[in-house]
């Protein structure tokens, strides 16, 4: 079994949709992370937390806000969708020296 | 503050061809450096990392870089290319001690291995 789990893998929705993106993880990692992938632009960082009651804004969290519910457990929200929310979303842990970082496979999302 | 450039956005070797993959890094920190493979439809898997050890490091797959602090440097290499090394790398760094663990990437540069 995969230890970072992402759920959905793609999802299409449409502009004003609130949605969530989950990821968990079995590596018992204290850090974990949200990214977003766009082509030509590499991975930003969208929030990142240090432990269930530490959270922190990225670089583009604008749009977005997150929940810790457990050491295992991310979820990533969209309250109010736009298009150009379209991107490809990551998931990564961390122990907590910071490095490295484990990714999961990732979630397609499409907003229409 | 903490930038990396990758220079080409798409290299193109063959099969068997040494292959060179630059990255150039900004940091006012001692920093720690990755490179990350994502191979069609996956997540990234981490290829190598140097964190001030030896600035020679070996990774997964035969893939190596070196760290030159003189010339901010850390550039991905492998004496002979094979075609199921075709994917997108991505070079990152991030302060030392993991520098709160954020990692700033580049923006990724896309290998194609002809036969």
């Known amino acids: 079994d995969a230890d970072v789990t992402q759920t959905p893998r793609n999802r299409i929705t449409k502009t004003g949709k609130r949605i969530m993106l989950e990821c968990s993880q079995t590596k018992g990692h204290d850090r974990m992370y949200w990214y977003r992938q766009d082509p030509g632009l590499g991975l930003r960082l969208i929030y990142y937390?240090?432990?269930?009651?530490?959270?922190n804004k990225g670089e583009i969290s604008d749009g977005y806000s997150v929940s810790r519910q457990a050491q295992a457990k991310f979820s990533l929200s969209l309250e109010s969708a736009i298009p150009n929310q379209t991107a490809l979303y990551f998931c990564a842990t961390s122990d907590r020296t910071g490095e490295p970082q484990y990714f999961g496979p990732g979630t397609r999302l499409t907003v229409t | 503050a903490q930038s990396v450039t990758q220079l080409g956005s798409h290299v193109s070797v063959s099969e068997g061809a040494l292959v060179l993959l630059r990255c150039n890094y900004s940091s006012s920190v001692p920093p720690y450096l990755f490179w990350y493979v994502q191979y069609p439809n996956q997540g990234l898997q981490l290829l190598l990392k140097?964190?001030?050890?030896?600035?020679l490091v070996k990774g997964i797959n035969g893939f190596e870089a070196e760290f030159k602090k003189s010339e901010t440097s850390f550039h991905l290499t492998k004496p002979s290319a094979h075609m199921s090394d075709a994917a997108e790398y991505f070079c990152a760094v991030s302060g030392y001690g993991g520098s709160q663990g954020n990692l700033i990437f580049g923006k990724g540069t896309k290998l194609s291995v002809k036969p």
């Open positions: 140097y964190t001030s050890a030896a600035t």
């Open positions: 937390s240090f432990d269930v009651k530490d959270i």
